[in-house]
């Protein structure tokens, strides 16, 4: 135990409340959802009990320490530390039975272990009971804690299990398997102490070599075993563990099943194999109604707002007598940038509170559940789909959610695919271009570029998939969750964190990026310029203009504001509000100014289509490209994800803009 302070890992199934837990004991704002895969890499906090420091850390979500994906490694090694001083065991009380194989095999790993029972207020819903007495002594005395991580109930009965608990000396063995395996366990124990004497977990090393895991093959080479472990043992390992589960539970938990779970009622037709998809398009388009609609009432007061700033700012530099090029920089550039991106903010707030009503409501893990058979098709699990959900929101924890998946291959694919999913930073694209140029229509038109970037994520992944023969690997195992009332204080968590993160992005890479945009428009090798056309920004957008041209993009404008997208997308809204000098671009006034801009080029509702989509499948933003970087550990992979986006933006946005020309 290092600086007095008890180091202790929360382990448990995917949504078991776990993360939930480990906010309400940490005060940390980790993100929660009613859905697994959640947690991809382990998160630290610090607790403390009555002058006693704890380090928390939060693992991601597994079944087993058979570790099979990333997030499996990360936590199956993180208990096995010898730093880690206690495990707490957060397991789903209302399914006990599934949650207590994990059980087993952290009690094998020799260290401390505390139960805490979680959710108990569905079991009571259900009608059940748990025998609180019973559980511990058949589980081998530990601690047993009933907690609700939702309600903050139990928090300081764990803490209390924690301080007092984590020193005791841990008891014997659980699970006593046949005698043929007991011995040959032993044998095992006696050549590990004698190769490894310092390694704590012997029991469990044995078990694992019995079970011929990989890992521990390779980590802890023993000469000799393989004369007892002759072969795998690990089915009969398996059976024996959950034939005690099946007796601990029928000695523990009572009255089951008296009463049918609602879940199950609304899952006969939110999960249906044939309205399941359309209700799930269904439930979006609704979300991006609400978007629009009380998106775009609640605007007008941010609006109001940039306004009398600009005006405020435009003043009072006058009567300082602020140079030509500092007002410029201030009004024109930063204010009309960052302040423009801000007025979008009412819709980006509704968006999120919706997807957060959705994800922790439990709906969101129905979705993957949908989706597999589709993805199947395309040589992919349900499982890829996960972290395509979580591109709605932002594309980078997205790509790192990709570790749930077991093999390399699904990984990259995923990867690849995963970008194609709308995150939030291109709403304010669409939000802008459907209300100008689809003013009755602009709701679904937005909407229709979130269905064309699933679709074409599906249409990608069939093709690759064709290409490199692939099959889906597995079938999908994923834990559907209660359906329940969300939480108002986690949706207030995530929804802040996704506004925080907007705003955060708008003071720095946006506020940043209008400055360069002010700048390329305003100077050349010479200096400063009167005449844009005469910038920096001119001679690289001219260019690009013949090459955008069959897209109906050419104008060097685009060029240029396409270029700063990839610093983030939304700075694509502020480099055209910097670009045609429209101030508040997102006001009935900035709109309409646009639109005559634009016009004057003959740039129509085909172009703003094509350049919609365009900007839906090009080349992810900068911290996305970095993500992409480090979770391939690959610069090639990382190189022709870029390439390939952009040539498939290029080559789409020229067909929706030649065929809708000869349309429309």
């Known amino acids: 135990m290092s600086d007095d302070r008890i180091q202790v890992a929360f382990v ?55 570790s099979y994906s990333i997030e499996e490694t990360v936590s199956r090694n993180c208990v096995m530390e010898d730093d880690i001083d206690v495990i707490v065991n957060v397991v789903d009380a209302s399914s006990l039975e599934r949650n207590l194989y994990l059980t087993m095999q952290l009690l094998e790993l020799g260290k401390p ?12 819903e259900r009608g059940m009971e748990i025998d609180m007495h019973r ?86 080479p023993l000469e000799g075993a393989e004369k007892i472990a002759d072969r795998s043992y690990e089915k009969e390992i398996i059976n024996q563990k959950y034939d005690y589960i099946e007796e601990v539970i029928e000695e523990t938990l009572f009255y089951r099943g008296n009463k049918e779970d609602k879940t199950d009622k609304v899952d006969r037709i939110l999960t249906h194999p044939v309205w399941g998809v359309p209700v799930f398009l269904g439930i979006m388009a609704l979300v991006f109604f609400f978007t629009f609609t009380i998106g775009d009432a609640l605007k007008g007061v941010f609006e109001v707002g940039l306004d009398r700033l600009l005006s405020f700012m435009s003043v009072f530099l006058t009567d300082l007598h602020a140079s030509d ?32 009503i959705l994800e922790d409501s439990g709906y969101m893990a129905r979705v993957a559940y949908v989706m597999d058979g589709i993805m199947g098709k395309v040589g992919l699990s349900g499982k890829a789909f996960l972290p395509m959900v979580l591109g709605f929101g932002c594309t980078v924890p997205a790509v790192m959610a990709s570790r749930t998946l077991e093999s390399e291959k699904d990984r990259r694919r995923t990867i690849l695919l995963t970008p194609f999913m709308s995150c939030s930073a291109r709403l304010p694209i669409y939000v802008l271009f459907s209300s100008i140029f689809f003013p009755h229509a602009a709701m679904f038109v937005a909407f229709s570029l979130y269905v064309i970037g699933m679709g074409m994520a599906i249409l990608i992944a069939k093709i690759s998939s064709k290409i490199s023969r692939g ?14 009332m969300p939480n108002a204080r986690t949706i207030a968590i995530y929804v802040w964190e996704k506004v925080k993160d907007y705003l955060t992005k708008a003071g720095t890479t946006i506020f940043v990026a209008s400055i360069i945009i002010w700048f390329i ?29 069959p897209a109906g993009l050419g104008m060097w404008q685009i060029a240029v504001a396409l270029i700063s997208g990839l610093s983030a997308k939304e700075v694509v809204v502020s480099s055209f509000s910097v670009l045609f000098g429209v101030n508040n671009v997102n006001s009935a006034v900035g709109m309409s100014s646009m639109a005559a801009a634009l016009e004057q080029f003959g740039f129509g509702p085909v172009n703003a289509y094509a350049l919609m989509i365009f900007c839906l499948l090009y080349t992810p933003c900068m911290a996305t490209i970095g993500t992409v970087k480090k979770e391939s550990n690959s610069t090639k992979f990382t190189v022709f994800v870029i390439c390939f986006q952009l040539l498939l933006a290029y080559v789409a946005s020229v067909l929706v803009y030649q065929v809708g020309s000869l349309l429309f």
């Open 521 to 549: 428009l305003n100077f050349n090798a010479g200096g400063m310029v009167t005449d844009v056309k005469e910038s920096f920004g001119a001679m690289l957008g001219h260019w690009l203009e013949p090459i955008l041209a």
């Open 12 to 66: 448990g199934n995917p949504n078991c409340g776990k993360t939930t837990l480990f906010n309400a004991l940490t005060g940390a704002n980790l993100k929660v959802a009613n859905w697994p895969g959640v947690t991809v890499e382990k998160k630290t906090g610090v607790a403390n009990y009555k002058g006693q420091k704890m380090n928390l850390v939060d693992l991601p979500g597994i079944y087993s320490l058979t």
């Open 113 to 124: 272990v505390i139960l805490a029972l979680n959710m108990m207020d569905i079991v009571k």
């Open 471 to 484: 099959e889906n690997d597995g079938t999908l195992l994923i834990e559907l969750p209660e359906y329940k």
């Open 325 to 356: 090029w500092v007002i410029s920089l201030v009004v024109d550039g930063i204010i009309s940038g960052v302040g423009g991106i801000l007025t979008f903010l009412p819709n980006i707030f509704i968006l999120f509170l919706a997807l957060g």
């Open 135 to 220: 559980l511990p002594e058949v589980l081998g005395e530990i601690p047993v804690v009933p907690v609700s991580a939702r309600q903050r109930r139990g928090l300081n009965v764990l803490l209390h299990a924690v301080k007092h608990h984590y020193e005791e000396e841990v008891h014997g063995p659980v699970v006593r398997y046949s005698a043929q395996l007991e011995e040959k366990i032993s044998q095992l124990e006696e050549l590990t102490a004698n190769q490894y004497p310092d390694l704590n977990f012997r029991r469990w090393t044995a078990i694992k070599y019995l079970e011929r895991d990989p890992q521990t093959m390779h980590q802890y």
